[in-house]
DNA sequence: GCCAACGTTGGC
DNA sequence: GCCAACGTTGGC
């Protein structure tokens, strides 16, 4: 089982979105890194969901549904997708500001590679963060 | 709206 | 293969 955090700006595609869709899939993914991570993702892993620009909080968590395949949305270039389905919301979501405040948090990617768009989460700071969101 | 960070592109 | 220019993301 393997922890990750994917961000969303809230005005293209929200937590709640995802909750009225049930599940979706992860298209726009147009950086090589976020895809490598996209693809290593597996079934039943779980990620985080975070509102960028708007509310700048994890919101909730949603699980690996299927595995990364082609972007049908991708014109051209080698691009993945995998799909989600919307599991939890936070009943009280982790602003950035908590996480940036919290210095066991310090080296997360969230903060240390602020541009990146789908990123890996160690065990230990998922246990943390959902300490913080109930 | 500004700007820092950083990925990508293209000239050499 | 280096690096300057440029574009994009995202926090403030």
Known sequence: MNYWLVKSEPFKYSYDDLVRDKKTF?????????RN?????????????????????????????????????????????????????????????????EPKLADVALIKQSRLSVMPIEKKHYDLILRMAS
Request: charged share 35%; proline share 4%.
């Open 26 to 34: 992860w298209d726009g993914v147009r950086n090589y890194q976020a």
């Open 37 to 101: 991570n996209l693809r290593a993702m597996k079934k039943g892993d779980q990620v985080f969901f975070y509102h960028s620009n708007e509310g700048k909080e994890i919101i909730g968590i949603c699980e690996v549904a299927k595995e990364a395949y082609p972007d049908p949305t991708a014109k051209e270039g080698d691009w993945s997708v995998v799909d989600v389905k919307a599991k939890k919301k936070f009943k009280t979501p982790v602003t950035l500001k908590q996480i940036k405040d």
